[in-house]
């Protein structure tokens, strides 16, 4: 699977922007997905995930009732809306999907094995 993740940008405070992750490979479609994030002088932080199964959705505290996650099997995407958002969101976006798992927890980073490159998601105050 390789990801490829898009649709960052500069964007004020209460303003939206959604990113994209095209994926490839065919091995995508029966794995999760998931989005974190990455803050300057942070450590890379959970934000969403979808499970294959059913579409159960995971969120982080900090932005549940602002981000939705949702796949396009059609098109191999996975997307995040991000609506109302806030200075303390910006950071480096990164998509993710289920490797071998070392961990049934979806929200930890060891339970992806394949990582997109990251966009930039600047929120200015």
């Known amino acids: 699977v390789q990801l490829q993740a898009s649709g960052g940008g500069l964007v004020q405070a209460g303003g939206s922007l959604r990113l994209s992750c095209a994926a490839s490979g065919r091995s995508f479609r029966n794995k999760s997905m998931g989005w974190f994030r990455q803050a300057p002088g942070k450590e890379r932080e959970f934000v969403a995930a979808?499970?294959?199964?059913?579409?159960?959705?995971h969120y982080a505290d900090s932005v549940k009732g602002r981000f939705t996650i949702s796949r396009e099997f059609d098109k191999n995407t996975v997307s995040l809306q991000m609506n109302s958002l806030k200075p303390d969101d910006t950071a480096v976006y990164y998509c993710?999907?289920?490797?071998?798992?070392?961990?049934?927890?979806?929200?930890?980073?060891?339970?992806?094995?394949?990582w997109g490159q990251g966009t930039l998601v600047t929120v200015s105050s």
């Open positions: 979808i499970r294959w199964a059913g579409g159960i959705r």
């Open positions: 993710a999907a289920e490797g071998v798992r070392r961990t049934p927890e979806i929200t930890a980073l060891a339970f992806y094995g394949y």
